[in-house]
């Protein structure tokens, strides 16, 4: 009986064909490399200690990939995927149980006479037993293992991309942070500066040597300069919590000292000619790829279903009477019932399956390419922004160092008569916005730095040696796919 078993279930085995139809990969719908590609590229070691080089940012991330929820709940879908995969792949080898049942019964029995009699039989039993094993003759099963599989895999790839994005959302909020607290310290200044011109326009209207406008002036710039200082402090304050939310938890107190925007090793450089194929390696990519293997295997299990289904159903064992003589070789019993459907008549429900498999195939198709399409235009504006805020920058350092020299100029000018106060506050008002201006352009270039570390699927490193051997491909996961 067990050799007959075996039998059935090699030559099943060997005897299975695959339906899923092979699959090919669209060529990739962008050119073949980035535009404004710089030419020096950095050496060091992969991930986002290479790209951030602060040491308050870098602890913060560690904080973040600790505690934060978001990255926790992609880690319990991957494990989810992982045992619904196991769970499909059990599928393809037969299930076998052990039963022990011992059974009494009273019987009642009437002759002819209307005498009842009274019965009492005993029964034990011992089996070994295969519950309905189909054997995958055209694919089904084995399908549906692969497309588990591809889900499990595309799991994966979303946490990696969930980790990436939420690096990238630490460093985002680090430097608006950053930011925030420039610009108070900024607005503190200002504050101060305009305070000191009403102190002086005061002393000049005590002296008689200005008017009453020129303090109401001095007094109304004094108020700006005060009100912008609270919508500094608040913008802090709502900086530090969107960074506390995304780290988790309470910031420590031991944390390093922020280094300021000005001086943010933060690497932005790449090499020129850098080819879009590395875009190919980025997790969201990595995780439409498995998401089309899996439609596709959907499709062989689809076009299965239109094929005889076979399942064996057997059992091995000892039944009797008497539990003392249970195991006797003459006890032994055995029951073997292979069962064979054949769909013939199903309202057109398998029809309409297959194609409804076929629709999201070409979905998944639809949706990989728009994916390439996407992360291919997010470097691009990285890119562009790097060939474009070091000019802008020194553009801007130009134009404070004038607003400066400017107000210095004024100042001097107001003091020795030769011009009046609406001129000196013109200037004063040029040097502050230029001020500002300069903050906003450090954030926005370090900004840039951050999308183009997110764009490349987790900073330069990673690419930089080459494929990751351990990635499966399509043929990995449907070996012989299309052949029979």
């Not at 139809?21 to 980035?34: G, H, R």
């Not at 000049?204 to 020129?214: F, P």
């Not at 999201?360 to 390419?369: G, I, L």
Request: aromatic share 4%; hydrophobic share 50%.
């Amino acid at each position: 009986m067990i050799r007959l078993l075996l039998s059935l279930f090699l030559c099943g085995s060997l005897a299975a064909c695959s339906l899923t139809p092979l699959l090919e990969l669209p060529p990739s719908p962008v050119p073949a490399s980035f535009p404004l590609a710089t030419e020096a590229a950095p050496a060091g070691p992969p991930g986002w200690r290479a790209m951030f080089g602060d040491p308050r940012l870098q602890r913060l991330i560690e904080l973040a990939l600790q505690h934060n929820r978001d990255l926790r709940l992609a880690a319990l879908n991957v494990e989810a995927a992982q045992a619904l995969a196991r769970v499909q792949r059990a599928g393809l080898l037969p299930g076998v149980g052990l039963t022990a049942t011992q059974t009494r019964e009273r019987a009642l029995a009437t002759d002819g006479g209307g005498h009842t009699t009274r019965s009492v039989s005993r029964q034990a039993e011992v089996n070994v037993a295969v519950s309905a094993f189909e054997l995958d003759l055209f694919g089904r099963v084995r399908a549906l293992s692969d497309a588990a599989l591809a889900r499990y895999l595309a799991s994966e790839h979303g946490r990696d991309a969930v980790h990436i994005a939420l690096v990238s959302a630490v460093a985002e909020a680090y430097f608006a942070q950053q930011l925030a607290v420039e610009q108070r310290q900024l607005a503190e200044r200002m504050l101060a500066d305009w305070q000191q011109s009403l102190a002086l326009a005061r002393l000049l209207k005590q002296a008689e040597q200005s008017s009453s406008l020129d303090v109401a002036q001095a007094e109304a710039q004094a108020a700006l300069a005060e009100a912008e200082l609270e919508a500094r402090r608040r913008a802090e304050a709502q900086a530090a919590n969107a960074l506390q939310l995304l780290v988790g938890g309470e910031l420590p107190g031991d944390l390093p000292a922020a280094l300021p925007l000005a001086g943010q090793p933060v690497i932005a450089r790449l090499p020129a000619g850098l080819p879009s194929e590395l875009l190919l390696t980025r997790p969201d990519l990595r995780q439409a790829e498995q998401m089309l293997v899996a439609a596709n295997a959907d499709i062989g299990a689809a076009r299965a279903a239109f094929f005889p289904q076979i399942s064996l159903t057997a059992s091995f064992g000892y039944a009797s009477t008497a539990l003392g003589g249970l195991f006797d070789p003459g006890h032994q019993v055995w029951r073997f019932a292979p069962q064979l459907s054949q769909p013939l008549f199903q309202g057109g429900r398998l029809r309409a399956e297959l194609r409804l498999a076929e629709v999201r195939k070409s979905e998944a198709v639809a949706q990989y390419e728009r994916a390439i399409q996407n992360a291919f235009r997010e470097v691009a504006d990285a890119l562009a922004g790097t060939a474009t805020f070091d000019r802008q920058i020194a553009a801007q350092q130009r134009a404070l160092d004038a607003a400066e020299r400017r107000l210095a100029l004024s100042r001097q000018r107001y003091q020795a008569g030769l011009d009046g106060r609406l001129e000196l506050l013109d200037a004063q008002r040029q040097f502050d916005a230029a001020r500002q201006a300069m903050l906003v352009l450090r954030h926005e270039e370090i900004a840039n730095r951050v999308a183009l570390y997110k764009s490349l699927g987790g900073g330069l490193g990673v690419h930089a040696g080459g494929s990751d051997a351990s990635v499966a491909t399509p043929a990995a996961l449907n070996p012989g796919a299309g052949a029979s």
